[in-house]
Every structure is written in C-alpha cells, then in structure tokens.
C-alpha cells in the first residue's frame, strides 16, 4: 500500500480542503421523504478516456484474479442534485470501479485529464452513523487501500448501478450495507432513519 491516511496530516490537509459536506437543510432541501437517481449521458470528456481505463482494468484485472468492475454512478458536481416536493434527485450517469482505479491512481492521464476526474467525476455513494443511547457504532477498516487501519462510521457504500429503478436508491443502499456489515435491519433495528448531508470531493 503506497499511501494511507493513517499518521499521515499532509494527507489529511488536502482531504478537508478538497471535500464538501453541507447539511441538506443549506442546501435549501428540507423535509426530504424520499430521493431519486435520474439516468444522463455519460460526460465526453469520460468517453474520451474510456481507452485508457480498459487499458488500465485489463492490466489490473490480470493482476487481481478476483476483481470485478462492478457498475457505478457518479455526478458532476453540486448542480446535479435539486429537491421537489419531498425528494431530493440525483442526476447521475453511469460508470465503474475501473474509472474509479484511475480517478484515484491518475496513472498514464495528462494533467488535463486527472483534472477533469478529480473536479467532474464525483462517485455516488451513500453512508450512515448509527447511534443508540449517545453511542455511535463505528469499524476499523481492514482492507488494503487509503484508509486502512482507521475507524469510520457503518455503515457506508457505494449506490450498486441499478438501484436508480428503485425509490430512495441511497436509503435501500444504506439498508444493503448494514445487513453485509454489521447484520442489522434497517426496517426493523431502528427507531428513525433520516437524511443528514451530502458529502462531495475528488475521492
């Protein structure tokens, strides 16, 4: 593993200065009873790169026998989500945990290219603190990647490409990362389930 937050301030230092959490309520999206993801067209600028992330996944999935590019979503930025009557949208398009490899490694990109990744390809993903009796239920990472070895709220993960069918993708997301990680029923274990913010930043 090359980098880690772990015992690492620089590193830290440029995550808080490139990410974003607002409360929804700043937003001026009060209220929300449900959200929705609406399905754009991939950016060309993406289309354009999509030679260098087959190059890299082919390369990558050689490596790591048990990989797979699962299918993702992602936005542009903070103009992609509005509130209506109760909802709060997403306009998101479709993509992969290749372009996400890339986004994060910049491997073989231009500078214009690693740019554009970092400032228009925002990951949909959906996280949750879970909290009972003034305790908050958190996990040490163990995976072999940027945060490893740090504790951090469950549950979280990305919106699986496909949940934009449903109604309220983030809360079902939420749901399907707290049965894998911690078992718990999000229907059934809890007494309120509400939206807090949303988080946007190049990672």
């Given amino acids: 593993m090359a980098v880690s937050f772990k015992d690492n301030p620089a590193l830290w230092e440029g995550f808080y200065h490139t990410h974003c959490t607002r409360?929804?309520?700043?937003?001026?999206?009060?209220?929300?009873s449900s959200t929705k993801i609406v399905?754009?067209?991939?950016?060309?600028?993406?289309?354009?790169?999509?030679?260098?992330?087959?190059?890299?996944?082919?390369?990558?999935?050689?490596?790591n026998k048990n990989?797979?590019?699962?299918?993702?979503?992602?936005?542009?930025?903070?103009?992609?989500?509005?509130?209506?009557?109760?909802?709060?949208?997403?306009?998101?398009?479709?993509?992969?945990?290749?372009?996400?490899?890339?986004?994060?490694?910049?491997?073989?990109?231009?500078p214009k290219e690693a740019e554009f990744l970092d400032t228009k390809v925002m990951f949909l993903g959906s996280g949750g603190?879970?909290?009972?009796d003034n305790k908050y239920l958190v996990g040490k990472v163990a995976k072999r990647n940027?945060?490893?070895?740090?504790?951090?709220?469950?549950?979280?993960?990305?919106?699986?490409?496909g949940f934009h069918q449903y109604d309220d993708p983030f809360k079902k997301t939420l749901a399907k990362e707290g049965r894998e990680e911690t078992a718990l029923d999000?229907?059934?274990?809890?007494?309120?389930?509400?939206?807090y913010g949303i988080n946007i930043g190049p990672r």
């Fill in 129 to 132: 603190y879970l909290q009972n």
């Fill in 186 to 195: 999000l229907a059934l274990d809890f007494d309120l389930v509400s939206p």
């Fill in 39 to 63: 399905l754009e067209e991939k950016p060309s600028e993406l289309q354009d790169l999509q030679g260098k992330i087959d190059a890299f996944w082919r390369e990558y999935s050689a490596e």
């Fill in 67 to 110: 990989a797979r590019n699962g299918e993702l979503y992602a936005v542009s930025g903070w103009n992609n989500f509005e509130y209506c009557q109760g909802t709060l949208f997403a306009r998101a398009y479709k993509t992969n945990f290749a372009t996400l490899l890339v986004k994060i490694g910049k491997e073989g990109l231009t």
């Fill in 146 to 161: 940027v945060k490893q070895d740090l504790w951090e709220s469950v549950p979280q993960g990305f919106v699986s490409y």
């Fill in 23 to 32: 409360r929804l309520r700043e937003l001026g999206f009060s209220d929300i």
